[in-house]
């Protein structure tokens, strides 16, 4: 089963993409929702999501930014 975190600034967004994903029937377990990125790269460096699903234009660290940052941690 793949592990699949949500990052959007807006939580209202996280919460729709959340309950538009029919989870039990595919083999993907959702480990968390983030409305921050800064608090996302730490979630993803600590978790390890297989997949993040992640807005692009988000304030502080934008979506592409939390993919670069997260791509030289060392996971």
């Known amino acids: ?4 975190l949500i990052v959007d600034d807006e939580i209202n967004i996280c919460s729709l993409i959340r309950h538009e994903i029919e989870w039990d029937s595919l ?6 929702l983030c ?6 790269l730490q979630l993803i460096c600590r978790q390890r999501p297989d997949i993040v699903i992640t807005d692009i234009q988000m304030p502080v660290l934008d979506g592409l930014e939390l993919i670069r940052q997260t791509q ?3 996971l």
């Open 1 to 4: 089963m793949r592990s699949v």
């Open 27 to 32: 083999p993907l377990e959702l480990c968390g």
């Open 72 to 74: 030289h941690q060392k």
């Open 35 to 40: 409305s921050d990125s800064r608090q996302a």
